[in-house]
């Protein structure tokens, strides 16, 4: 019998738009005749659990587990109860006339979120305004509830994520099956009534989860939990970026109690092998960078050599099916950029598989996903786009790259023009001089509205030492050569690289208020460096002057790491100094203040002149007019 398969996304990813795993195995799988059907968990329960009826529940839920925890909300149920439809099935359409009637006085409770709103946000003139304030008037009212719910019923509840505090760097096993023995919340029952609702629709024998990131783990065990207690014909397998990442060193059996099969890497060959296995077409010895159990011992089978499914012989990703008018577009406003995540429609594709660049010391480039880059062509990208158009009605585009090749961008860019197809993108990229003036207008004209990319430290030394590949000047040219285009350019920013002391740390900043002064940046981002595993300096550490101290790997999840910098700053005392003055650089003020104003300790001065960056982009023009 051929096996049907059920692709599922697990709770929670983006509330706004599909993640593209499941269309992308569904779109091969079909063309290799197999039967397949995906499910999107996430937004499936996201939804059911924003209405008026499962809020009723809650609130019951609550009551009877004696938790008072915002207990203003509890005073004004029937308030959020009477209004929670109206405003999800806003966020879902957003129409002028909900919106006027979201931000009539009294309409919407007063609760802790909305008495806070930030009044002083200046909104567009017009409908687009109107519905935007009203989108964020709505997001808060959400987030109240879901403050709520994760106070009093359920504390794994968070909206593009859940249980993520177990699933991040789970070295052990221990935490996850302590949890799985737990009488399922409020929120897992109802996630396990509609993935039953599924099962009985669609009749599959083998059920695969897409584990993209920590927060999709635990709800996926939970589902495929209650698969092995209620159905326990049905396979499951299990897949996705977060296996790919921290499962590769997997020896604990007991994850086996509710998953037959972990799959690494990309999918479709995997995923081939195993129906051919389930039908009866080939021994298990067959399959490939798939882990099994045998005799109660962890076996990764991988028979070599692969089948290669070379990126450009893909067909398109398959996204018929998901249901397109229950995403919800969240509006909280403060970065530009992370609107892009939260607000409107995207179809995700990736124009090339992997990373033309694959050097940074910082980076997974040892995985497949980053260090096997393979290209495909304009044509085919852009008859894939056409598709995914008509399956999808929607024109918006997010390019998921690791870094988008110039060479790719500009042939695309040109062919969408060529087609006249009228579409909406953005993508991730590094800022590499290829992006001069004439290729940032050729990408604006084919529609490109924002880029990404790695400003990470903004410390030349720190660049050399992480095999970046651009400096501070280049950094500053291609980002205006962007912004001269309204393209709008979010830069990631990265501070505690191994020997980064507090001078490095302190002038990063001021690259960072220069770069926002000068228009050259809209948007940027601060993470806290982490050493990972499997990136060259979680392999070779001493060469980066730091010692790995932790954690022990216990059989189960391995990728990030604890190291000592004998030689760095104390780090996390800068977190909210420089979040606090990248708030203000986002809404376009503090750029006079001194840096010493967002540190409540005494710092260092800038060594960096104060006219740094105008003085490369002066330079830039010159050369220009050589």
């Known amino acids: 019998m051929q096996p049907k398969l059920l692709l599922v996304t697990p709770p929670f990813t983006q509330l706004n738009t599909a993640y593209p795993a499941t269309a992308y195995l569904k779109g091969f799988l079909e063309k290799h005749e197999v039967s397949v059907e995906h499910c999107d968990l996430s937004i499936e329960l996201f939804t059911a659990i924003f209405t008026s009826d499962f809020l009723r529940s809650i609130f019951q839920e609550a009551e009877d587990l004696e938790n008072y925890h915002y207990p203003e909300l509890s005073k004004m149920k029937e308030h959020y109860i009477s209004r929670v439809d109206v405003v999800l099935n806003f966020l879902q359409k957003q129409d002028i006339e909900t919106a006027y009637k979201i931000l009539e006085a009294g309409f919407l409770p007063s609760g802790h979120r909305l008495m806070k709103v930030n009044t002083e946000i200046k909104w567009e003139v017009g409908a687009i305004g109107i519905i935007d304030k009203a989108k964020h008037f709505g997001t808060l009212f959400i987030e109240e509830i879901g403050d709520f719910i994760h106070a009093n019923v359920d504390e794994f509840f968070a909206f593009t994520k859940y249980a993520e505090q177990i699933g991040t760097s ?27 609702d599924q099962i009985k629709t669609h009749d599959p024998n083998l059920i695969c989860f897409t584990i993209p990131f920590p927060g999709n783990l635990f709800a996926a065990l939970r589902c495929s939990q209650f698969i092995k207690q209620f159905f326990p014909d049905i396979h499951v397998a299990f897949g996705g970026g977060y296996c790919n990442t921290e499962l590769r060193s997997l020896e604990d059996s007991r994850i086996f109690q ?19 296995y389930l039908e009866g077409k080939s021994d298990i010895n067959e399959l490939e960078r798939t882990f099994v159990l045998e005799k109660n011992q962890v076996i990764y089978k991988n028979k070599i050599p692969n089948t290669i499914y070379h990126h450009k012989n893909l067909p398109a990703p398959n996204y018929s099916g998901l249901p397109f008018d229950k995403y919800v577009s969240f509006l909280d406003v403060v970065n530009p950029m992370h609107r892009m995540w939260t607000d409107a429609r995207w179809n995700k594709l990736t124009i090339s598989h992997g990373c033309y660049w694959k050097q940074c010391s910082f980076c997974d480039v040892n995985l497949d996903y980053i260090g096997n880059y393979q290209n495909t062509t304009a044509i085919d990208l852009v008859d894939k786009i056409e598709k995914i158009i008509k399956d999808t009605g929607i ?7 690791e870094a988008a090749p110039p060479k790719m961008l500009r042939a695309l860019s040109m062919k969408l023009i060529e087609r006249n197809l009228n579409i909406t993108w953005w993508t991730n990229i590094r800022f590499e001089k290829t992006f001069d003036a004439e290729l940032c207008q050729l990408m604006a004209k084919s529609g490109c509205i924002a880029v990404t990319g790695g400003l990470e430290v903004a410390s ?16 500053t040219r291609v980002t205006h050569n962007f912004s001269e285009q309204n393209i709008m350019v979010h830069a990631y920013l990265m501070y505690g690289f191994p020997t980064q002391n507090e001078q490095e740390t302190i002038d990063s900043l001021e690259v960072v208020r220069q770069l926002f002064e000068k228009n050259c940046i809209q948007s940027a981002f601060w993470h806290q460096f ?17 010692k790995i101290t932790g954690p022990v790997f216990e059989g189960f999840a391995q990728n990030d790491l604890y190291h000592q910098d004998p030689e760095g700053t104390d780090h996390p005392k800068y977190t909210k100094g420089l ?18 104003t967002w540190f409540d300790f005494p710092i260092l001065k800038t060594s960096h002149p104060e006219d740094l960056i ?13």
């Open 258 to 276: 509710f998953v037959d099969f972990i799959s690494l890497d990309d999918g479709e060959g995997p995923l081939l092998k195993l129906v051919n």
């Open 395 to 401: 024109t918006g585009f997010h390019f998921v790259d």
């Open 579 to 596: 979040n606090l003055a990248l708030n203000n650089y986002l809404n376009k003020t503090g750029f006079k203040e001194d840096l010493q």
């Open 614 to 626: 105008k003085s490369f982009l002066l330079k830039s023009s010159t050369l220009k007019h050589v």
């Open 170 to 196: 789970a070295s052990s096993f221990n935490q996850l099956d302590d949890f799985l023995q737990y009488q399922p919340t409020l929120i897992e029952d109802e996630m396990m009534n509609i993935l039953e």
């Open 460 to 475: 030349d030394r720190l660049l050399v030492k992480m095999k970046k590949g651009v400096d501070i000047a280049q950094v």
């Open 530 to 546: 982490t050493t990972t595993i499997h990136s060259p300096i979680g392999q070779n550490p001493e060469q980066f002057g730091i």
